[in-house]
């Protein structure tokens, strides 16, 4: 047992994450369209872009992201802790791989069966196989949703053009500039009439950020609003699948561009940085 640890340790030390790009989903408010762009985000990546990706649910708590594919929920992220292999727990789905999250408790971190430095090892090994890994998270911002943002070199804010959601993501960001001088924002407007609604809302926000803070947002695309994502829900596929000329499968495409566009950035041993951040290590 000694032996395995040692040997997955000097393993990790000699090949790290650099060249996997991190990117978290985060929002203010609940309900914006997280979870629906990262699944549709991940599928677009992996089956257009040909790109290796990881999903990871970390919405601890109230972890959704396997209704959306079909996924057996109680293989889930939980059992990393108690000891189950990771290649074990990761599943399938339309092209990319998942980590499924679990519902229900909060005493996670509590959960010490296996060292936490075991579970790090095993998730920087396994992160080095994908070119992107998408975390999607819970509204709002505690401390863990907090530590995978200042974790991440990229995250993506999710708002609505209603003020409310406008409000929360403004708080969002505050909080993590003024806590830990993280400003690495890239802001998507969902359930917008049109380009223009998205726009604006954006530029609310920006103007906001820059008086107030200080710093620099940027607007990574506008999705519309749309009956055929509902629609596509309802049947538990994906609007990517079944619309795939949808507007909002379109944007989505067109971010997806975006992000090949930017050079990748040296990314050293995210979950040992995650962890750190949470305490834990
Ligand atoms: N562009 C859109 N057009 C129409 N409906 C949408 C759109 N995006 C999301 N929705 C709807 O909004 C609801 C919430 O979506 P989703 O679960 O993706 O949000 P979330 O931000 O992940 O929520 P939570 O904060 O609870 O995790 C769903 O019912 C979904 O169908
Ligand atoms: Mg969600």
């Excluded at 917008?192 to 609310?204: I, L, R, V």
Aim: glycine share 6%; with cysteine.
């Amino acid at each position: 047992m000694i032996d395995q640890a040692s040997g997955l340790r000097e393993l990790v030390s000699k090949s790290d994450t650099k060249n996997s790009k991190f990117i978290t989903i985060a929002s203010g408010k609940g309900g914006v369209g997280k979870t629906n762009f990262a699944v549709n985000f991940s599928y677009i990546l992996a089956n257009e872009f040909k790109k290796r990706v990881l999903l990871i649910d970390a919405d601890i708590g109230m972890a959704n992201v396997h209704l959306f594919l079909g996924l057996d929920k109680g293989k889930n992220i939980k059992h990393l802790f108690t000891g189950e292999k990771i290649e074990n727990i990761i599943q399938h789905a339309a092209g990319f791989d998942v980590l499924v999250g679990f519902s229900g408790i909060d005493d996670f971190f509590e959960m010490e069966d296996v060292s936490i430095q075991t579970v790090i090892n095993q998730l920087e090994l396994v992160s080095q196989e994908y070119d992107y890994i998408i975390i999607d998270t819970g509204a709002g911002i505690d401390e863990k949703v907090a530590s995978f943002l200042r974790a991440s070199h990229k995250s993506y804010v999710i708002t609505t053009p209603e003020p409310t959601a406008l409000m929360d993501a403004y708080a969002l960001i505050k909080t993590l500039y003024n806590l830990y001088k993280y400003d690495n924002f890239k802001i998507v407007v969902n359930m917008c009439k049109n380009k223009e609604e998205g726009e604006q809302t954006f530029n609310k926000l920006k103007i906001s950020t820059n008086k107030f803070l200080g710093i620099d947002i940027e607007l990574l695309g506008v999705l519309p609003f749309t009956n055929n994502l509902r629609q596509a829900v309802k049947r538990k596929e994906l609007v990517a699948v079944l619309y795939p000329k949808d507007g909002y499968t379109n944007s989505i495409r067109r971010i997806c561009k975006e992000e090949l566009k930017v050079e990748s950035v040296t990314h050293d041993k995210f979950w040992q940085k995650l962890f750190d951040f949470m305490g834990k290590n």
